[in-house]
Structure formats: C-alpha cells, structure tokens
C-alpha cells in the first residue's frame, strides 16, 4: 500500500489575551511572549481572534492585522526598523493577514488560515483598526493553531 501525506495537527496555544484587554484603537498590541518554533518546527499555522466586546461599535471596513516578529539570530527581533519589540514598527513584511471585524458591538469570531511558519521563535503582535477600542475585560483573545504533514 502506498503511503499517505495526512495532517498532523497540533496543540492550539494561546498567544494573547491578558495583552488585549483594554487595548485602543490604532494600538500595535504585543504578547507578553515568544512562540518558539525553532524547536516545534511547525510548517503552517491557523490563527482565531476572539473580541467580545468594544466601547461602542467598530467603524465600517475595521480590521485587526497580524504580525509576527521572528528572531532569526535568536537574539534580536526583526520589525522593519530598528528590531525593538517593546515598540515595533509593523510592515509588509511582518504582516500576515487581517480579521475583518463586524461593524456591531459585540462578540467576534474570526480567522486567518494557512500562514506559513518560519523556524524561528516569534512574538505575534496585533495592529487594532477599528475606530473603537476593546472593553476591559479578561475575554479577548488571539490563539494559533499550528499543524505539519505527517507521511502514514
């Protein structure tokens, strides 16, 4: 029988969530911490972005844009500019997608599939775009599902 390349999913891991709370509009927001993937060496990943409530409803065309700073010599992060995570300055080539936000006041549920994963530890950030802000609660999140092939 002649072998099969199938999907080997992942555990799904939490990037943000505490970082969103509150977070502002135009606000480039940063998890607290790296994902390493120089050691999981995963290939792609799906990203869910969960917001579950704003000040008042997002503006009309609002989206939240992913970025993804990787650490290629381990050490520095690569923004663009001057590799300084604390304040990155987002670009092309740190963007990865956008979740289109619903223009009505409450819970958001939206995806980014297929990403491509560099094997490099990582720290994802989010650019808000919406024209409101994120309420100040506990709920709101960012969490990656990472998968691979596997040869059976």
């Given at each position: 029988?002649?072998?099969?390349?199938?999907?080997?999913?992942?555990?799904?891991?939490?990037?943000?969530d505490?970082?969103?709370?509150?977070a502002?509009d135009?606000d480039?927001?940063?998890?607290?911490?790296d994902?390493d993937?120089?050691?999981?060496?995963?290939?792609?990943?799906?990203?869910?972005f969960?917001?579950?409530?704003?000040?008042?409803?997002?503006?009309?065309?609002?989206?939240?844009?992913?970025?993804?700073?990787?650490?290629?010599?381990?050490?520095?992060?690569?923004?663009?500019?001057?590799?300084?995570h604390?304040?990155?300055?987002?670009?092309?080539?740190?963007?990865?997608?956008?979740?289109?936000?619903?223009?009505?006041n409450?819970?958001?549920?939206?995806?980014?599939?297929?990403?491509?994963?560099?094997p490099?530890?990582f720290?994802?950030?989010?650019?808000?775009?919406?024209?409101?802000?994120?309420?100040?609660?506990?709920?709101?999140?960012?969490?990656?599902?990472?998968?691979?092939?596997?040869?059976?």
């Amino acid at each position: 029988m002649a072998n099969k390349i199938k999907w080997a999913v992942e555990s799904g891991v939490t990037l943000m969530d505490s970082e969103l709370q509150n977070a502002e509009d135009l606000d480039v927001v940063n998890a607290d911490s790296d994902y390493d993937n120089a050691t999981e060496l995963n290939r792609w990943a799906d990203f869910l972005f969960k917001a579950t409530e704003w000040d008042d409803d997002p503006s009309a065309g609002a989206v939240v844009e992913l970025h993804l700073f990787y650490k290629f010599d381990e050490t520095n992060y690569a923004d663009g500019e001057d590799g300084d995570h604390v304040n990155p300055n987002p670009t092309g080539n740190s963007w990865h997608g956008i979740f289109n936000i619903d223009t009505v006041n409450g819970v958001n549920y939206q995806q980014i599939l297929r990403v491509p994963l560099s094997p490099f530890a990582f720290r994802a950030s989010v650019v808000l775009k919406t024209g409101q802000d994120l309420t100040d609660v506990g709920t709101h999140f960012l969490k990656m599902y990472p998968y691979n092939e596997e040869l059976q």
